[in-house]
């Protein structure tokens, strides 16, 4: 079974530029995840899908961060205009359906630096 | 709200020695609890969960944790750790909201 894709794996912008990352979660798994791991820090939710609607985007910060997940499947996450504290790994998780019980399988992240 | 406390940020330990990583949690309504790990440059990968039942829960590889609700901890221990074990190793904390909330990790260096 393969495991959740993730792209790219790492970016580098400078300040006020746009980025986004790109996750393709396991087959089958109707819900997905966008964490933002800090360094030094733990991941820390963004946004929670279930199939093509959001469940929970309380942690994101609307001004300069959007995700999508227009068909149920894959996801993109966008930031737009970067700032200097946006540097971090982008984390994207899937479990196969919601629930606190359910195992959160994640990717490898995409590391973005931001200049 | 709940938190995760993981007071170790670094347990440096040697080849075949015993290991105790610790994990404690505020929160105040039932929750379930989890290990995961980070090996280099790959993603998290589940180690083991507490969803109910014995406290005392194991990973394939042979750590294990202990769900302590009057201490509020969740530490993670090995007798043995081997030079593959070296990992950041993170608690993380969920209630029936399915939300999970991990702590700030524990990296384990574990030298020959």
């Known amino acids: 079974e393969a495991g959740v894709a993730q792209s790219p794996r790492y970016k580098i912008i400078e300040k006020r530029q746009s980025v986004a990352f790109w996750c393709n979660p396991i087959?089958?798994?109707?819900?997905l995840y966008w964490y933002q791991q800090i360094l030094g820090q733990g991941p820390k939710l963004l946004i929670q899908?279930?199939?093509?609607?959001?469940?929970?985007d309380s942690q994101l910060p609307k001004d300069r961060f959007s995700a999508e997940r227009l068909k149920g499947v894959d996801s993109t996450l966008k930031i737009q205009p970067a700032k200097l504290e946006d540097s971090a790994v982008y984390l994207c998780?899937?479990?196969?359906?919601?629930?606190?019980?359910?195992?959160?399988?994640f990717g490898p992240g995409t590391r973005l630096l931001v200049l | 709200a709940q938190s995760v406390t993981q007071l170790d940020s670094q347990v440096p330990v040697f080849e075949e020695a015993p290991v105790e990583l610790r994990c404690n949690y505020s929160s105040s309504v039932s929750v379930y609890l989890f290990w995961y790990v980070q090996y280099p440059n790959q993603g998290l990968q589940l180690l083991l969960k507490y969803l109910s039942g014995s406290t005392l829960v194991e990973s394939i590889n042979g750590f294990e944790a202990e769900f302590n609700k009057s201490q509020t901890s969740f530490h993670l221990r090995k007798p043995s750790v081997h030079i593959s074990d070296t990992a950041e190793y993170f608690c993380?904390?969920?209630?029936?909201?399915?939300?999970?909330?991990f702590g700030t990790g524990t990296r384990l260096q574990v030298f020959p």
């Open positions: 899908f279930q199939n093509n609607g959001v469940v929970d």
């Open positions: 087959s089958g798994h109707a819900t």
């Open positions: 993380a904390v969920s209630d029936n909201t399915d939300k999970l909330i």
């Open positions: 998780a899937s479990s196969s359906t919601l629930g606190a019980r359910e195992t959160q399988y």
